[in-house]
C-alpha cells in the first residue's frame, strides 16, 4: 500500500508540476466551460438566459433548437426539451428516420442533430421556438416570428407549431413511403401517417394524397469543372461556382448529392463540403472509420439553404476542404414551395391533443377527435411504451418510422401513455432469486462443513 500511495505521488509530481510536464497549466480556468455552454462557445451571447425566459413564459409541450447545431447536450444542463442530440445509445427508429429523410447523418451518436433547420421536419417533431444571434436571422426557417431579444440574442416563434400528440385520419404503407423522395416523405406526413403493418388500424387507406413535390431549379457551372459527374479538386479548400436560373421567391432550397463518393488517393475518406450563398452558410463535415468509431456510410446529402426571399442571389459558392475527386450520381438544386404548408399543420393542428402533462416515464392529455384515427406521438418508440384510452389499455405501435402511435375512435378522450424499461420488473425478480439462491448456498455449504 505504501508503495502505490508512493507512486502515485511520484508520477503527480512528475506529471502536473511545475518540476515536471506541467500539465497543470492545460486545465481550464474555472467557470469556461459555464461560459462557454450558456454562449454556445460565443455564437450565441445569452443563450441561457433566452432558454430561461422561454420557459419562464410558456409552460406548455415544446422543442427548442438553434442556428448553431455543436453542443448537442445543452438541453441536460438548461433543461428543456431539444431537437439536438448526442448519446453513446441513441433511439435506432430515430436514426432510421433521420437518414431516410437525408437529415445528414454520419454518425450513431448524432440521432438528430437540428434537423438542418428544415421547416417541415422540425415542425412535425413540435419544435416552437429557435434562438440565434442577431446577425444569424437570415437562418430562421418560414413561417418563425420574432418573439423575444435579450441584447444580441434573438428568439423566434414557430406559428405552425404542431402540439406534441396529433390525429391522422389516413395513412400510406411502408412500400409507398419509401418510393418517396427524401423531401416528399417530409411532406407526405405533414398529411398522412406512414405505417409498417396496417393490419394494426382501422382506418381506410389513402391511395392519392397531395405531395408537394420539389423544383428542380436549372443552374450552370462558371469553369466546367464538373465533368461526367465527376470533379477534380487540385488544392485543399478549393471552390466551384454555380449559377442558379430563376429562383422562386418563398421557397426552402435546398442543395442535393446522391452518392457522393470521395478519393483522396489513400486510404482516407473524411472531407468537409461547405456551401454558401445570399447570407447562408452550411456545411456537412464527413468522418470515415479513421476518424470516427461511429462513422455510418451515407454517400446521399441534402443541404438547407434557408428561405428565397426577392431578388434572391443566385451565385452557390462549394468549397471542398481536401483535395482529391469526388464524384456523384446527380447534383440537383431543389426548390420546395411553402405554399400548401401552412394548411396542411393547420389540418392536423384541428385535433391536436390538449391539457397535455409529462413526466419522465408517462404522457397524458385529452382529444377530441372529429373521425376515427391514430393518434400519434412524437416521443421515441420503445416496446415499454403502455397506452390507456379512458382508463382501458390498448395496443402501441410504430408510426412514421420513429413514433408510439395508437388507434382513437371519434369523439372525447383522456389518453394516458406509461414507459416502463422493458424486462426490468423481471430482471428484478431474478436477481432477489439469485441472491436468495445465493445465500442458501452459503448456509448450506457452512452447515455441511459443521456437520463434517
Given at each position: 500500500m505504501l508503495?502505490?500511495?508512493?507512486?502515485?505521488?511520484?508520477?503527480?509530481?512528475?506529471?502536473y508540476y511545475t518540476q515536471g510536464k506541467d500539465y497543470v497549466n492545460e486545465f481550464i480556468d474555472s467557470g469556461t466551460v459555464e461560459e462557454k455552454c450558456a454562449t454556445v462557445d460565443g455564437k450565441i451571447e445569452n443563450f441561457k438566459e433566452a432558454v430561461e425566459y422561454i420557459k419562464e413564459n410558456?409552460?406548455?409541450?415544446?422543442?427548442?433548437?438553434?442556428?448553431?447545431?455543436?453542443?448537442?447536450?445543452?438541453?441536460?444542463i438548461y433543461d428543456y426539451n431539444p431537437i439536438q442530440l448526442y448519446f453513446s445509445l441513441g433511439n435506432g427508429n430515430v436514426y432510421n428516420l433521420s437518414c431516410n429523410l437525408e437529415d445528414n447523418c454520419y454518425s450513431h451518436t448524432k440521432c438528430v442533430n437540428g434537423g438542418d433547420r428544415r421547416t417541415k421536419f422540425t415542425?412535425?417533431?413540435?419544435?416552437?421556438?429557435?434562438?440565434c444571434d442577431k446577425d444569424d436571422s437570415?437562418?430562421?426557417?418560414?413561417?418563425?416570428?420574432?418573439?423575444?431579444?435579450?441584447?444580441?440574442?434573438?428568439?423566434?416563434?414557430?406559428?405552425?407549431?404542431?402540439?406534441?400528440?396529433i390525429i391522422y385520419d389516413s395513412y400510406i404503407t411502408k412500400e409507398q413511403y419509401e418510393s418517396l423522395s427524401p423531401l416528399e416523405k417530409e411532406d407526405a406526413l405533414l398529411t398522412t401517417v406512414m405505417l409498417e403493418d396496417k393490419n394494426k388500424v382501422n382506418i381506410s387507406n389513402v391511395q392519392n394524397i397531395t405531395i408537394?413535390?420539389?423544383?428542380?431549379?436549372?443552374?450552370?457551372?462558371?469553369?466546367?469543372?464538373?465533368?461526367?459527374?465527376?470533379?477534380?479538386?487540385?488544392?485543399?479548400?478549393?471552390?466551384?461556382?454555380?449559377?442558379?436560373?430563376?429562383?422562386?421567391?418563398?421557397?426552402?432550397?435546398?442543395?442535393?448529392?446522391?452518392n457522393l463518393k470521395y478519393d483522396s488517393g489513400n486510404n482516407r475518406t473524411d472531407f468537409k463540403i461547405t456551401a454558401q450563398i445570399d447570407g447562408i452558410t452550411n456545411s456537412e463535415d464527413v468522418k470515415d472509420f479513421i476518424s470516427s468509431?461511429?462513422?455510418?456510410?451515407?454517400p446521399n446529402?441534402?443541404?438547407?439553404?434557408?428561405?428565397?426571399?426577392?431578388?434572391?442571389?443566385?451565385?452557390?459558392?462549394?468549397?471542398f476542404n481536401k483535395k482529391g475527386t469526388y464524384s456523384f450520381d446527380g447534383l440537383q438544386i431543389l426548390a420546395i414551395s411553402m405554399e400548401e404548408y401552412e394548411e396542411k399543420v393547420e389540418k392536423l393542428n384541428a385535433n391536436a391533443m390538449q391539457n397535455i402533462s409529462y413526466?419522465?416515464?408517462?404522457?397524458?392529455?385529452?382529444?377530441?377527435?372529429?373521425?376515427?384515427?391514430?393518434?400519434?406521438?412524437?416521443?421515441?418508440?420503445?416496446?415499454?411504451?403502455k397506452a390507456y384510452v379512458d382508463g382501458n389499455e390498448i395496443e402501441v405501435f410504430k408510426v412514421n418510422e420513429a413514433f408510439i402511435g395508437i388507434n382513437v375512435e371519434a369523439g372525447e378522450h383522456t389518453v394516458e401513455f406509461k414507459y416502463e424499461t422493458p424486462y426490468l420488473k423481471l430482471g428484478f425478480i431474478f436477481s432477489v432469486i439469485g441472491i436468495v439462491g445465493f445465500v442458501c448456498i452459503i448456509v448450506s455449504d457452512r452447515k455441511r462443513k459443521n456437520n463434517i
Open positions: 508503495l502505490v500511495i508512493a507512486n502515485i505521488f511520484v508520477l503527480s509530481v512528475e506529471l410558456d409552460k406548455s409541450f415544446y422543442r427548442i433548437t438553434k442556428k448553431d447545431t455543436t453542443y448537442e447536450n445543452l438541453s441536460i415542425t412535425l417533431l413540435s419544435n416552437k421556438y429557435f434562438i437570415r437562418y430562421i426557417p418560414y413561417g418563425y416570428t420574432f418573439y423575444h431579444q435579450i441584447e444580441n440574442t434573438l428568439i423566434y416563434r414557430n406559428e405552425n407549431y404542431i402540439p406534441l400528440g408537394n413535390k420539389p423544383i428542380n431549379l436549372k443552374y450552370r457551372e462558371i469553369g466546367d469543372l464538373i465533368q461526367n459527374n465527376t470533379l477534380n479538386i487540385i488544392k485543399n479548400n478549393e471552390s466551384i461556382e454555380l449559377i442558379i436560373d430563376e429562383i422562386p421567391a418563398n421557397c426552402e432550397l435546398y442543395l442535393s448529392i446522391d468509431a461511429y462513422y455510418m456510410d451515407n446529402f441534402l443541404m438547407n439553404l434557408g428561405i428565397t426571399k426577392e431578388n434572391q442571389d443566385n451565385r452557390l459558392k462549394l468549397t413526466g419522465n416515464n408517462y404522457i397524458s392529455g385529452t382529444i377530441n377527435s372529429n373521425n376515427d384515427g391514430i393518434l400519434q406521438i412524437t416521443t421515441s418508440y420503445s416496446n415499454g411504451w
